[in-house]
Protein backbone atom coordinates (compact mmCIF):
# COMPACT_ATOMS: atom_id res chain seq x y z
CA UNK A 1 0.00 0.00 0.00
CA UNK A 2 1.07 3.21 -1.28
CA UNK A 3 1.32 6.12 1.56
CA UNK A 4 1.49 9.66 0.80
CA UNK A 5 2.24 12.56 2.88
CA UNK A 6 0.05 15.41 1.89
CA UNK A 7 0.14 17.96 5.39
CA UNK A 8 1.87 20.39 2.95
CA UNK A 9 -1.19 20.53 1.02
CA UNK A 10 -3.89 20.50 3.50
CA UNK A 11 -2.56 23.38 5.10
CA UNK A 12 -2.49 24.92 1.30
CA UNK A 13 -6.18 24.17 1.44
CA UNK A 14 -7.06 25.49 4.92
CA UNK A 15 -5.42 29.12 3.81
CA UNK A 16 -7.46 28.94 0.77
CA UNK A 17 -10.77 27.89 2.42
CA UNK A 18 -10.65 30.42 5.34
CA UNK A 19 -9.98 33.25 2.71
CA UNK A 20 -6.13 33.97 4.00
CA UNK A 21 -4.97 32.97 0.41
CA UNK A 22 -6.10 33.45 -3.10
CA UNK A 23 -6.76 29.75 -4.69
CA UNK A 24 -3.76 28.49 -6.10
CA UNK A 25 -3.00 25.10 -8.41
CA UNK A 26 -3.61 21.61 -5.98
CA UNK A 27 -1.56 18.76 -7.43
CA UNK A 28 -4.19 16.14 -6.77
CA UNK A 29 -2.26 13.08 -8.40
CA UNK A 30 -1.12 12.03 -5.01
CA UNK A 31 -4.67 12.32 -3.36
CA UNK A 32 -7.15 10.47 -5.03
CA UNK A 33 -6.94 7.06 -6.40
CA UNK A 34 -8.55 6.27 -9.37
CA UNK A 35 -7.42 2.64 -9.25
CA UNK A 36 -5.58 -0.21 -11.82
CA UNK A 37 -6.81 -2.58 -13.64
CA UNK A 38 -4.36 -5.15 -12.59
CA UNK A 39 -3.45 -5.44 -8.49
CA UNK A 40 0.14 -5.06 -8.10
CA UNK A 41 1.63 -7.99 -6.55
CA UNK A 42 4.38 -6.24 -5.41
CA UNK A 43 2.65 -4.31 -2.96
CA UNK A 44 3.85 -5.10 0.38
CA UNK A 45 3.36 -4.09 4.14
CA UNK A 46 5.83 -1.26 5.71
CA UNK A 47 6.41 -3.21 8.65
CA UNK A 48 8.90 -6.42 7.61
CA UNK A 49 8.39 -5.75 3.84
CA UNK A 50 7.63 -9.21 3.06
CA UNK A 51 3.82 -9.42 3.77
CA UNK A 52 1.79 -9.01 0.87
CA UNK A 53 -1.08 -6.60 1.33
CA UNK A 54 -4.60 -8.30 1.24
CA UNK A 55 -8.27 -7.15 -0.50
CA UNK A 56 -10.36 -6.06 2.73
CA UNK A 57 -13.35 -5.43 1.00
CA UNK A 58 -14.85 -5.88 -2.05
CA UNK A 59 -17.31 -3.83 -3.71
CA UNK A 60 -19.86 -5.40 -6.80
CA UNK A 61 -20.78 -2.72 -9.27
CA UNK A 62 -24.56 -4.09 -8.92
CA UNK A 63 -27.13 -1.64 -9.31
CA UNK A 64 -30.44 -2.11 -11.67
CA UNK A 65 -31.46 -0.36 -14.27
CA UNK A 66 -35.67 0.13 -14.81
CA UNK A 67 -35.22 2.46 -17.67
CA UNK A 68 -37.44 6.14 -18.61
CA UNK A 69 -39.23 5.30 -21.34
CA UNK A 70 -42.84 6.30 -22.55
CA UNK A 71 -45.52 3.75 -21.40
CA UNK A 72 -46.41 1.88 -24.97
CA UNK A 73 -46.29 -1.92 -23.81
CA UNK A 74 -49.30 -3.56 -25.10
CA UNK A 75 -50.98 -6.84 -23.77
CA UNK A 76 -49.32 -10.36 -25.17
CA UNK A 77 -51.29 -13.61 -26.24
CA UNK A 78 -49.87 -16.96 -25.82
CA UNK A 79 -51.33 -18.76 -29.12
CA UNK A 80 -51.51 -17.00 -32.69
CA UNK A 81 -49.28 -14.85 -34.11
CA UNK A 82 -51.57 -12.23 -36.23
CA UNK A 83 -52.83 -9.19 -34.44
CA UNK A 84 -55.99 -8.10 -36.54
CA UNK A 85 -57.46 -4.31 -36.32
CA UNK A 86 -61.01 -3.59 -37.55
CA UNK A 87 -62.62 -0.53 -38.01
CA UNK A 88 -65.68 0.73 -39.55
CA UNK A 89 -66.48 4.37 -41.35
CA UNK A 90 -68.70 6.51 -40.58
CA UNK A 91 -72.12 5.64 -42.58
CA UNK A 92 -73.80 8.78 -44.56
CA UNK A 93 -76.82 10.29 -43.53
CA UNK A 94 -80.30 9.52 -45.80
CA UNK A 95 -83.10 11.52 -46.51
CA UNK A 96 -85.67 10.96 -43.20
CA UNK A 97 -88.66 9.88 -45.59
CA UNK A 98 -90.96 10.10 -42.46
CA UNK A 99 -91.56 13.71 -43.18
CA UNK A 100 -91.95 13.15 -46.91
CA UNK A 101 -95.04 11.31 -47.16
CA UNK A 102 -97.18 10.96 -50.32
CA UNK A 103 -100.12 9.77 -50.62
CA UNK A 104 -100.31 6.44 -52.66
CA UNK A 105 -96.17 6.17 -52.51
CA UNK A 106 -94.31 2.79 -51.37
CA UNK A 107 -91.71 2.70 -48.62
CA UNK A 108 -89.16 -0.01 -49.00
CA UNK A 109 -87.91 -1.00 -45.38
CA UNK A 110 -86.01 -4.09 -46.60
CA UNK A 111 -82.94 -2.27 -48.31
CA UNK A 112 -79.76 -3.36 -47.35
CA UNK A 113 -77.40 -1.35 -46.09
CA UNK A 114 -73.67 -2.73 -46.10
CA UNK A 115 -71.21 -1.13 -43.58
CA UNK A 116 -67.94 0.02 -44.43
CA UNK A 117 -65.97 -2.35 -42.89
CA UNK A 118 -61.96 -2.53 -43.27
CA UNK A 119 -59.58 -4.80 -41.42
CA UNK A 120 -55.72 -4.29 -40.91
CA UNK A 121 -53.35 -7.37 -39.59
CA UNK A 122 -50.11 -7.18 -38.20
CA UNK A 123 -47.61 -10.40 -38.49
CA UNK A 124 -43.82 -9.14 -38.05
CA UNK A 125 -42.05 -10.09 -34.76
CA UNK A 126 -38.08 -8.49 -34.04
CA UNK A 127 -35.96 -10.56 -31.98
CA UNK A 128 -32.78 -10.98 -29.67
CA UNK A 129 -30.78 -12.35 -27.42
CA UNK A 130 -28.25 -11.91 -24.78
CA UNK A 131 -25.77 -14.83 -23.81
CA UNK A 132 -23.80 -15.06 -20.59
CA UNK A 133 -21.55 -17.58 -19.76
CA UNK A 134 -21.11 -18.39 -15.49
CA UNK A 135 -18.55 -20.50 -14.17
CA UNK A 136 -18.19 -21.44 -10.51
CA UNK A 137 -14.85 -23.72 -10.04
CA UNK A 138 -12.68 -21.17 -12.08
CA UNK A 139 -13.45 -17.98 -9.82
CA UNK A 140 -13.71 -19.58 -6.64
CA UNK A 141 -10.06 -18.82 -5.92
CA UNK A 142 -10.58 -15.32 -6.58
CA UNK A 143 -12.91 -14.93 -3.77
CA UNK A 144 -12.58 -15.25 0.20
CA UNK A 145 -16.04 -17.24 0.71
CA UNK A 146 -19.61 -18.06 -1.11
CA UNK A 147 -21.16 -14.86 -0.38
CA UNK A 148 -18.24 -12.86 -2.62
CA UNK A 149 -18.93 -15.49 -5.16
CA UNK A 150 -22.84 -15.63 -5.03
CA UNK A 151 -22.35 -11.10 -5.06
CA UNK A 152 -19.98 -11.81 -8.06
CA UNK A 153 -22.69 -13.71 -9.76
CA UNK A 154 -25.39 -11.46 -9.11
CA UNK A 155 -23.70 -8.57 -10.54
CA UNK A 156 -23.48 -10.34 -14.09
CA UNK A 157 -26.58 -11.72 -14.26
CA UNK A 158 -28.11 -7.95 -13.14
CA UNK A 159 -25.90 -6.29 -16.29
CA UNK A 160 -27.45 -8.97 -18.63
CA UNK A 161 -30.77 -7.00 -17.31
CA UNK A 162 -29.45 -3.66 -17.79
CA UNK A 163 -28.30 -4.40 -20.99
CA UNK A 164 -32.08 -5.99 -21.74
CA UNK A 165 -33.41 -2.72 -20.49
CA UNK A 166 -31.69 -0.31 -22.62
CA UNK A 167 -32.08 -2.58 -25.32
CA UNK A 168 -35.98 -2.87 -24.93
CA UNK A 169 -36.04 1.01 -24.50
CA UNK A 170 -34.85 1.66 -27.17
CA UNK A 171 -37.47 -0.55 -29.31
CA UNK A 172 -39.70 1.57 -28.28
CA UNK A 173 -38.41 5.17 -29.44
CA UNK A 174 -37.99 3.49 -32.58
CA UNK A 175 -41.23 2.50 -32.67
CA UNK A 176 -42.23 6.35 -31.83
CA UNK A 177 -39.67 7.32 -34.10
CA UNK A 178 -40.86 5.23 -37.23
CA UNK A 179 -44.36 7.03 -36.42
CA UNK A 180 -42.87 10.63 -36.54
CA UNK A 181 -40.97 9.65 -39.52
CA UNK A 182 -44.37 8.52 -41.49
CA UNK A 183 -46.45 11.44 -40.29
CA UNK A 184 -43.45 13.97 -41.29
CA UNK A 185 -43.41 12.26 -44.94
CA UNK A 186 -47.09 12.22 -44.91
CA UNK A 187 -47.43 16.13 -44.61
CA UNK A 188 -44.31 17.40 -46.12
CA UNK A 189 -43.81 14.86 -49.09
CA UNK A 190 -40.49 15.83 -50.90
CA UNK A 191 -40.89 19.96 -49.79
CA UNK A 192 -38.12 21.21 -47.56
CA UNK A 193 -39.23 21.02 -43.70
CA UNK A 194 -38.63 24.27 -42.69
CA UNK A 195 -40.48 25.92 -45.81
CA UNK A 196 -44.25 25.80 -44.13
CA UNK A 197 -46.12 24.00 -41.09
CA UNK A 198 -48.42 21.14 -41.53
CA UNK A 199 -51.35 20.15 -39.33
CA UNK A 200 -49.69 16.43 -38.07
CA UNK A 201 -46.48 17.07 -38.60
CA UNK A 202 -46.57 21.28 -37.00
CA UNK A 203 -43.28 23.11 -37.32
CA UNK A 204 -44.34 25.45 -34.39
CA UNK A 205 -41.01 28.11 -35.52
CA UNK A 206 -42.22 28.44 -38.91
CA UNK A 207 -45.95 28.90 -37.29
CA UNK A 208 -44.59 31.64 -34.50
CA UNK A 209 -42.53 33.70 -37.19
CA UNK A 210 -45.33 34.04 -39.70
CA UNK A 211 -47.70 34.94 -37.23
CA UNK A 212 -45.47 37.42 -35.03
CA UNK A 213 -43.19 38.84 -38.07
CA UNK A 214 -40.30 37.13 -36.20
CA UNK A 215 -36.80 35.31 -37.49
CA UNK A 216 -35.59 33.44 -34.36
CA UNK A 217 -33.64 30.33 -34.97
CA UNK A 218 -34.57 26.67 -33.56
CA UNK A 219 -31.80 27.13 -31.06
CA UNK A 220 -32.92 30.38 -29.69
CA UNK A 221 -36.72 29.45 -29.73
CA UNK A 222 -36.29 26.94 -26.82
CA UNK A 223 -34.74 29.64 -24.20
CA UNK A 224 -37.27 32.13 -25.98
CA UNK A 225 -40.09 33.14 -23.68
CA UNK A 226 -42.66 34.22 -26.30
CA UNK A 227 -42.39 31.27 -28.18
CA UNK A 228 -42.57 29.10 -25.84
CA UNK A 229 -45.97 30.61 -24.52
CA UNK A 230 -47.02 30.59 -28.23
CA UNK A 231 -45.91 26.50 -27.81
CA UNK A 232 -47.85 25.73 -24.96
CA UNK A 233 -50.62 27.79 -26.28
CA UNK A 234 -50.59 25.45 -29.54
CA UNK A 235 -49.73 21.88 -28.02
CA UNK A 236 -52.88 22.88 -25.39
CA UNK A 237 -54.61 23.61 -28.31
CA UNK A 238 -54.25 20.18 -30.29
CA UNK A 239 -54.74 18.13 -27.13
CA UNK A 240 -58.46 19.60 -26.95
CA UNK A 241 -58.80 18.99 -30.86
CA UNK A 242 -58.14 15.39 -30.43
CA UNK A 243 -60.88 15.02 -28.86
CA UNK A 244 -63.34 15.82 -31.05
CA UNK A 245 -63.78 13.65 -34.09
CA UNK A 246 -61.75 14.43 -37.39
CA UNK A 247 -59.92 12.97 -40.48
CA UNK A 248 -57.36 15.78 -40.15
CA UNK A 249 -54.82 14.11 -37.68
CA UNK A 250 -53.95 11.34 -38.91
CA UNK A 251 -52.29 9.86 -41.74
CA UNK A 252 -55.03 8.00 -43.27
CA UNK A 253 -57.60 10.41 -42.91
CA UNK A 254 -59.97 8.19 -40.81
CA UNK A 255 -62.93 9.45 -38.59
CA UNK A 256 -60.86 9.23 -34.93
CA UNK A 257 -60.73 10.48 -31.96
CA UNK A 258 -59.37 10.56 -28.73
CA UNK A 259 -60.38 11.15 -25.29
CA UNK A 260 -58.22 12.66 -22.34
CA UNK A 261 -57.71 9.21 -20.93
CA UNK A 262 -56.52 7.58 -24.37
CA UNK A 263 -54.04 10.58 -24.93
CA UNK A 264 -50.36 9.85 -24.79
CA UNK A 265 -47.90 13.33 -24.72
CA UNK A 266 -44.01 12.63 -24.90
CA UNK A 267 -42.08 15.60 -24.86
CA UNK A 268 -38.26 16.29 -24.62
CA UNK A 269 -36.94 16.93 -21.98
CA UNK A 270 -34.86 20.07 -23.44
CA UNK A 271 -38.31 21.98 -24.10
CA UNK A 272 -40.23 20.71 -21.05
CA UNK A 273 -37.77 22.10 -18.45
CA UNK A 274 -37.47 25.46 -20.95
CA UNK A 275 -40.87 25.98 -20.58
CA UNK A 276 -41.10 25.12 -16.96
CA UNK A 277 -37.94 27.56 -16.31
CA UNK A 278 -38.39 30.49 -19.12
CA UNK A 279 -42.26 31.01 -18.98
CA UNK A 280 -44.13 28.81 -15.76
CA UNK A 281 -41.76 29.95 -13.32
CA UNK A 282 -42.43 33.29 -14.20
CA UNK A 283 -45.66 33.48 -14.55
CA UNK A 284 -48.76 34.32 -11.62
CA UNK A 285 -50.81 31.51 -12.87
CA UNK A 286 -48.49 28.68 -14.02
CA UNK A 287 -51.07 26.59 -14.23
CA UNK A 288 -52.30 28.69 -17.23
CA UNK A 289 -49.49 28.28 -19.45
CA UNK A 290 -47.75 24.67 -18.72
CA UNK A 291 -48.11 22.05 -21.34
CA UNK A 292 -50.34 19.14 -20.83
CA UNK A 293 -49.41 16.34 -18.52
CA UNK A 294 -46.96 13.97 -20.44
CA UNK A 295 -43.85 11.95 -20.27
CA UNK A 296 -40.34 13.04 -20.90
CA UNK A 297 -37.45 11.79 -22.77
CA UNK A 298 -33.91 13.08 -23.15
CA UNK A 299 -33.51 12.30 -26.66
CA UNK A 300 -35.22 10.22 -29.29
CA UNK A 301 -32.93 8.60 -31.26
CA UNK A 302 -29.34 9.60 -29.23
CA UNK A 303 -27.88 11.75 -27.21
CA UNK A 304 -24.79 11.96 -29.52
CA UNK A 305 -21.34 13.12 -27.78
CA UNK A 306 -22.78 16.26 -25.91
CA UNK A 307 -26.56 16.45 -25.66
CA UNK A 308 -26.27 19.23 -28.13
CA UNK A 309 -30.10 20.11 -28.92
CA UNK A 310 -29.52 19.27 -32.71
CA UNK A 311 -28.49 15.59 -31.86
CA UNK A 312 -30.89 15.06 -29.15
CA UNK A 313 -34.10 16.46 -30.86
CA UNK A 314 -33.20 14.66 -33.84
CA UNK A 315 -34.53 11.85 -36.05
CA UNK A 316 -32.59 10.18 -38.84
CA UNK A 317 -34.25 7.40 -40.30
CA UNK A 318 -35.53 4.96 -42.70
CA UNK A 319 -39.17 4.59 -42.28
CA UNK A 320 -41.46 1.06 -42.01
CA UNK A 321 -42.81 2.14 -46.05
CA UNK A 322 -38.50 2.88 -46.74
CA UNK A 323 -38.82 6.27 -47.20
CA UNK A 324 -35.48 8.41 -45.47
CA UNK A 325 -36.66 11.01 -42.90
CA UNK A 326 -34.44 13.35 -41.03
CA UNK A 327 -35.81 15.78 -38.80
CA UNK A 328 -34.08 17.85 -36.31
CA UNK A 329 -35.95 19.85 -33.54
CA UNK A 330 -38.68 17.58 -32.83
CA UNK A 331 -39.85 19.20 -29.19
CA UNK A 332 -42.83 16.37 -28.57
CA UNK A 333 -45.22 13.92 -30.01
CA UNK A 334 -48.96 13.75 -29.18
CA UNK A 335 -50.63 10.40 -29.90
CA UNK A 336 -53.39 7.70 -29.24
CA UNK A 337 -53.14 4.63 -27.46
CA UNK A 338 -53.66 2.95 -30.57
CA UNK A 339 -51.49 4.71 -33.06
CA UNK A 340 -48.53 2.37 -31.73
CA UNK A 341 -47.39 -0.27 -28.89
CA UNK A 342 -45.09 -2.83 -27.91
CA UNK A 343 -47.05 -5.93 -27.78
CA UNK A 344 -46.55 -9.49 -27.42
CA UNK A 345 -43.65 -8.80 -25.07
CA UNK A 346 -41.55 -12.18 -24.60
CA UNK A 347 -38.90 -13.01 -22.04
CA UNK A 348 -37.30 -15.82 -21.51
CA UNK A 349 -34.48 -17.80 -20.61
CA UNK A 350 -32.93 -21.21 -21.87
CA UNK A 351 -29.84 -23.00 -19.86
CA UNK A 352 -27.37 -25.53 -21.07
CA UNK A 353 -24.50 -26.93 -18.67
CA UNK A 354 -21.07 -28.04 -20.55
CA UNK A 355 -19.62 -31.18 -18.74
CA UNK A 356 -16.68 -30.95 -20.09
CA UNK A 357 -15.98 -27.19 -19.82
CA UNK A 358 -17.71 -26.79 -16.61
CA UNK A 359 -19.26 -23.84 -17.46
CA UNK A 360 -23.47 -23.07 -17.80
CA UNK A 361 -24.79 -20.71 -20.53
CA UNK A 362 -27.77 -18.86 -20.31
CA UNK A 363 -29.38 -17.03 -23.04
CA UNK A 364 -31.69 -14.60 -22.50
CA UNK A 365 -34.30 -14.11 -25.34
CA UNK A 366 -36.63 -11.29 -25.95
CA UNK A 367 -39.04 -11.13 -28.57
CA UNK A 368 -42.06 -8.70 -29.30
CA UNK A 369 -44.48 -7.45 -31.96
CA UNK A 370 -43.84 -3.23 -32.84
CA UNK A 371 -46.62 -1.84 -34.21
CA UNK A 372 -47.66 1.91 -35.81
CA UNK A 373 -51.51 2.36 -37.27
CA UNK A 374 -51.11 5.27 -39.40
CA UNK A 375 -55.30 5.45 -39.26
CA UNK A 376 -54.93 6.31 -35.64
CA UNK A 377 -54.27 10.02 -33.92
CA UNK A 378 -50.29 11.09 -34.15
CA UNK A 379 -49.15 14.80 -34.37
CA UNK A 380 -45.55 15.50 -33.90
CA UNK A 381 -44.30 19.33 -32.83
CA UNK A 382 -40.59 20.31 -33.97
CA UNK A 383 -39.03 23.81 -34.56
CA UNK A 384 -37.21 24.11 -38.22
Known sequence: MTVEQIYTLMNAVTSEITGKTDLVMEDL?????????????????????????????????NRPYSGNIPSVLRDAWEFGSVLEKISVDLPEATE???????????????????PTVSAKFYNKRVTFEVPVSITEKQVKQSFSNASQLNGFVSMIYTAVDKSLTVKIDSLVMRTINAMIGETVKADYGTDLIGSKSGIKAVNLLYLYNQKFNKSITA?????DPDFIKYACYTIGMYAKRLTKLSTLFNVGGKERFTPDDLLH????????????????????????????KAEEVPYWQGSGQTYAFNDVSKIYITTP????????????????????GICCEDRRVTTNYNPKAEFTNSWFKFDCGCFCDKDEQFVVFFVA
Open 219 to 223: DEAIT
Open 29 to 61: SNVVDVGTAIFNASSFDAYVKTLLNHIGKVIFV
Open 265 to 292: VVMLSDFKKASAVYLESSTFHDEMVALP
Open 96 to 114: NESWELTDGESYDPNIFYK
Open 321 to 340: NGDTVTVTGVLGVMFDHDAL
